[in-house]
């Protein structure tokens, strides 16, 4: 059974950086997409970047292009989240999830993925 885990959250001034974690316990071997979303409370969860496991292919959402990257380390199971120039707008829980699936252009639907982490709040003031 795939459990995630996040960390690295935590509570930042505007403009500062932050890594997210999200390590991987369990069987991976079918999970070919690993994704960031992020949620503030009355609105829908986000997808905001997402790597595939296998190939060299990963997606950033367009608003925060520039300042959002995505990275694994496949020895460590671990997938990263860099944000910087980090904005008060930016202030979410973040969610890590894995999924399977073959349409690369659904990356950023929550119900593409099957598993998720408890998540890891950001808060960014001004």
């Known amino acids: 059974q795939l459990q995630l885990e996040e960390s690295g959250g935590g509570s930042v001034q505007a403009g500062e950086s932050l890594r997210l974690s999200c390590t991987a316990s369990?069987?991976?071997?079918?999970?070919?997409?690993m994704t960031w979303f992020r949620q503030v409370p009355g609105m829908e969860r986000e997808g905001v970047a997402s790597?595939?496991?296998?190939?060299?292919?990963?997606h950033v959402r367009d608003s925060v292009k520039g300042r959002f990257s995505i990275s694994q380390d496949a020895a460590k199971s671990t997938m990263y989240l860099q944000i910087n120039r980090l904005k008060p707008e930016d202030s979410a829980m973040y969610y890590c999830?894995?999924?399977?699936?073959?349409?690369?252009?659904?990356?950023?639907?929550?119900?593409?993925?099957?598993?998720w982490g408890p998540g890891a709040r950001v808060t960014v003031s001004s």
């Open positions: 999830a894995a999924g399977s699936f073959k349409v690369e252009g659904f990356w950023y639907l929550p119900n593409m993925y099957a598993v």
């Open positions: 790597v595939h496991t296998r190939e060299a292919i990963a």
């Open positions: 369990g069987d991976t071997s079918s999970t070919n997409w």
